[in-house]
């Protein structure tokens, strides 16, 4: 489901929301969770998220958020995503409806203790959304009084990026695109069994909260930080931001990847054996193999055998995505389309080549 969904899913407009936010009230959250598919459609119909943060926070599977998350710790998530939602547009501790429009949001307090309070307060919000839309039904009750917020963090909410089957504008033909979503089915194969699970349960909590990591990291104001690259003289490769997490890949495979790093510009695939004389010499200084021969034998191998050079860079991929989720890995790993240069998209200030 994760793969098809990644390769076909539709694009956006700039997401709008409505959270709900509790202030420990049981009650309210067994009302609201019992009303929840209602809820949802309710307000997709006005072209809003509708969110239950308390429920939010049940779903959390931590392993997951710190897939997603590797620069924070997975116990800052769990159970806390209404604090932080709450500081972030200083909500105060009431419980409420928060609405999110582009760089407007407001607060709509439920004013009351039980179940029908919490009514009150979203009927009144769905026919105001219904008045922006269209004509104001005759019999509408009246309009909540919101109260407006001032937080200026909220302007740094940002749209969800258009997902493409391709770059080009020029007609894809069905065997290509099937070739695509064979390789794609591979990579997605070749992942760990742990990391497979993690996808699995990251693509339950997107469908179920129609929320894709962007969106999410958004709400919780926490911006992609993507760590620095150490490279030390043993060929060791560590996330010095992320714990210095070890990167481990076979020597070849590594000798490669350090290739693509000294190159920023990308080298196609058919000219990488223009690169012989720089990838051999990589691959001397991180291999503890002593029969020259035989490790230029090695490197001629995979220079000459597309299907060798495929598998490595495959390799390299896999390696990145079982870290931690794509959004992060695609700037580690090597890419780019068949045919031209492929490169890695990490700005080379945050490599840092030990000696």
């Keep these: ?43 997709e119909d006005e072209d809003y998220v509708f969110l239950s943060l308390d429920d939010v926070e049940a779903s959390l599977d931590p392993e997951m958020m710190q897939y997603m998350f590797p620069w924070r710790e997975p116990d800052l998530f769990s159970e806390q995503i209404s604090y932080i939602i709450k500081g972030r547009y200083n909500v105060g501790d009431g419980a409420g409806l928060l609405r999110i429009k582009g760089k407007k949001t407001n607060f709509y ?33 009246p309009m909540a009084e919101p109260q407006e917020l001032g937080s200026a963090s909220a302007s740094k909410m940002k749209p969800r990026p258009s997902v493409k089957c391709c770059k080009s504008s020029s007609p894809v033909s069905f065997d290509k695109l099937w070739e695509s979503v064979i390789e794609a089915q591979r990579e997605e194969d070749s992942l760990e069994s742990n990391t497979k699970r993690i996808l699995s349960a990251w693509e339950a909590f997107s469908s179920k909260f129609n ?17 620095r690259l150490t490279i030390r003289p043993s060929g060791a490769i560590l996330l010095a931001d992320y714990d210095n997490r070890e990167v481990r890949m076979d020597d070849l495979t590594k000798a490669l990847y350090f290739l693509y790093l000294l190159h920023p510009e990308g ?89």
């Design 1 to 43: 489901m994760f793969l098809y969904s990644r390769l076909f899913g539709k694009s956006r407009k700039a997401p709008r929301y409505v959270l709900f936010v509790n202030n420990g009230n049981a009650a309210f959250s067994d009302h609201i969770n019992a009303r929840a598919d209602e809820l949802k459609s309710a307000f």
């Design 211 to 227: 929320i894709s990591i962007e969106e999410l990291a958004g709400l919780l104001d926490d911006k992609l930080k993507v760590s």
């Design 109 to 141: 307090p439920i004013e009351g203790t039980d179940a029908l309070d919490v009514d009150i307060a979203i009927d009144r919000l769905l026919r105001q959304l219904m008045t922006e839309s269209g004509p104001l039904l005759k019999d509408a009750m």
């Design 267 to 355: 080298i196609r695939q058919k000219d990488l054996i223009d690169y012989r004389n720089e990838l051999l010499e990589l691959y001397l200084r991180i291999t503890p193999r002593d029969d020259l021969e035989e490790i230029k034998v090695s490197v001629d191998n995979l220079l000459f055998d597309d299907n060798r050079i495929n598998v490595s860079l495959s390799r390299i991929k896999k390696t990145f995505r079982d870290i931690f989720g794509d959004w992060i890995a695609k700037h580690y790993y090597v890419d780019g389309r068949a045919g031209e240069a492929r490169s890695v998209k990490l700005d080379r200030d945050l490599v840092i080549w030990e000696h």
